[in-house]
Structures are given as C-alpha cells and as structure tokens.
C-alpha cells in the first residue's frame, strides 16, 4: 500500500502534497459586524395642493409601490381631519401625506384626535392656521425619530380664503399657493410655477428689455384649477411608473368638502 509522502522543506517543516485546513481566526482579529434597523419605506405617489380665492383644492393619487411591485391601486392619501365621528361631519381641513403609508396614517390619526379634542374642549372647530402650527408642533416633536413623509395641509381660513401649507418630514412649513410632493413632485411642480406661480412670464404687451414687468400671480378660478389637476396628474403618469390607478380630488370650500374621483392609467 502507498503511504503519503512529505517533504521537508528548506525551513526544516514538512510540506505536504494536500492543502491543509486553515485554522479559524480568534474572536480577537475578527471583523465587527454591524447590526442596523431601518424602518421606512417609500411607498410611492404623488400628492399636490392649490389654494384659490374661496377654496382649496387638494389631490393625490392611489397607487401605493414598493419598489417594482404595485402593493394596491386604491391606497388614499388625502384625508379630512376634525368632524364629527369616524365619518368627520363638517370638516373643513384636509390633510394629504405621500412617502412611508404608515407613517402617513399614524401622522392623520395623532392630528385627527388633536382637532377633535380642541373641539370638545373649546366647543368650536379649530382653525387651519391653529391646525398648521399644531401640525407642525407633533412633527418636530418627533424630529429624532421622524414621519417618513411629505404632509400638505388645506382649508379655508377665518377670511373666507383658501389656505394651503406645506411642511418637510421634521416640521418646516410654509403658507403658499401650490405645492407638490411624492413621486411624481418633480415632473408636476415646474408645471404648477408656470401655470400658477407664473415663473418667468413676463407682460407680453410689454416691450423687450430688463425691464420688461413680470406677470403677479393671482387666485384662479375653481373649474380652471380642477382640470389644471387632471392635466397634472395626466402627465406625471406617462412619466412615472409610481403614480397612477387613480386620481382622488378634495374640494375645501366654506361649506365644507368635496371629493371627486376619476380614473388615472393602470399600467
């Protein structure tokens, strides 16, 4: 029977003909391995608010993503705030979120319940300006630990105008005219600061030069501004694989809400 042979090697140590097994390093010269948790996910959409003369239109709409998957086409992501009961009788706040659903829901409830007990404690609704600073209060209270999501809130304030805020995940906001977010946010806002803001047009009967007057923007009319939605979202969906399925539009107005839904592209 053939026996294994070795042979010495000039160090004076025998080297064999198979590899020997690595011994396993100590604990010593291990490598760390770091543990992470990372709670959020973007669930895709888009939202977009206008404020007008005499009311508020805000829209979003319901598709909800992760990644490449379509999760459901009806997720909304605009809801009313104050009211009574689970159905919000005479609310005239709406609250939209866009970004992690979860977050978003959590974030609608805690404002829910805020309104609803300003309500039963002062016996009057609140504001929507007092709405906006409180809103602003829970998100940076939560500012180490942040919502994931984009919120614009709209109503009518105590003059009878629309009135529209928009707030970054930590509790920033601003009052402005029209906002957009989710998604789809960079494809529609350069549509909206042309057609509401009136980003770099200037006087057409004006003549040419520096100092060429540009055009002041001013409250739109409602019908001009619900198809100026439809167009918006019509072409964030050619565009944008996460926005779609369908489109859910609030009307604020002094009397109350209304909602309209119409259909968007499904593929």
């Known amino acids: 029977m053939a026996a294994f042979t070795s042979y010495v090697s000039s160090a004076g140590q025998p080297s064999y003909s198979f590899p020997q097994q690595q011994s396993a390093p100590s604990h010593a010269s291990r490598a760390p391995i770091q543990h992470s948790f990372y709670p959020y996910t973007d669930n895709g959409g888009s939202t977009l608010g206008i404020s007008?003369?005499?009311?508020?239109?805000?829209?979003?709409?319901?598709?909800?993503?992760?990644?490449?998957?379509?999760?459901?086409?009806?997720e909304p992501k605009l809801f009313r705030i104050g009211g009574e009961g689970s159905e919000h009788k005479g609310s005239k706040i709406v609250l939209s979120v866009v970004g992690f659903a979860a977050d978003g829901h959590a974030l609608k409830e805690r404002l829910d319940t805020v309104v609803k007990m300003y309500r039963y404690q002062h016996g009057k609704e609140m504001s929507v300006n007092a709405c906006a600073q409180r809103l602003s209060h829970i998100l940076y209270n939560k500012r180490f630990f942040p919502y994931y999501v984009q919120a614009i809130l709209g109503g009518v304030d105590e003059e009878g105008r629309g009135a529209l805020y928009s707030y970054d995940p930590v509790?920033?906001?601003?009052?402005?005219?029209?906002?957009?977010?989710?998604?789809?946010?960079?494809?529609?806002?350069?549509?909206?600061?042309?057609?509401?803001?009136?980003?770099?047009?200037?006087?057409?009967?004006?003549?040419?030069g520096l100092e060429k007057p540009q055009l002041v923007p001013q409250p739109l009319q409602r019908a001009a501004t619900e198809e100026l939605v439809r167009d918006a979202f019509t072409s964030?969906?050619?565009?944008?694989?996460?926005?779609?399925?369908?489109?859910?539009?609030?009307?604020?107005?002094?009397?109350?809400?209304?909602?309209?839904?119409?259909?968007?592209?499904?593929?």
Do not use: W
Not at 58 to 63: E, L, N, Q, S
Not at 177 to 203: H, T, W
Not at 236 to 255: C, F, N, P
């Open 52 to 74: 007008g003369d005499n009311f508020t239109i805000i829209a979003g709409d319901t598709r909800s993503t992760s990644g490449y998957n379509i999760n459901t086409r009806y």
């Open 171 to 208: 509790g920033s906001y601003e009052r402005e005219f029209c906002r957009a977010a989710g998604a789809g946010a960079s494809l529609i806002m350069p549509f909206l600061d042309n057609q509401v803001n009136l980003k770099n047009q200037y006087e057409p009967a004006a003549p040419q």
């Open 236 to 267: 964030a969906v050619e565009r944008h694989i996460e926005v779609g399925d369908g489109l859910q539009m609030m009307i604020i107005t002094k009397d109350g809400i209304e909602e309209v839904f119409s259909p968007l592209k499904m593929d």
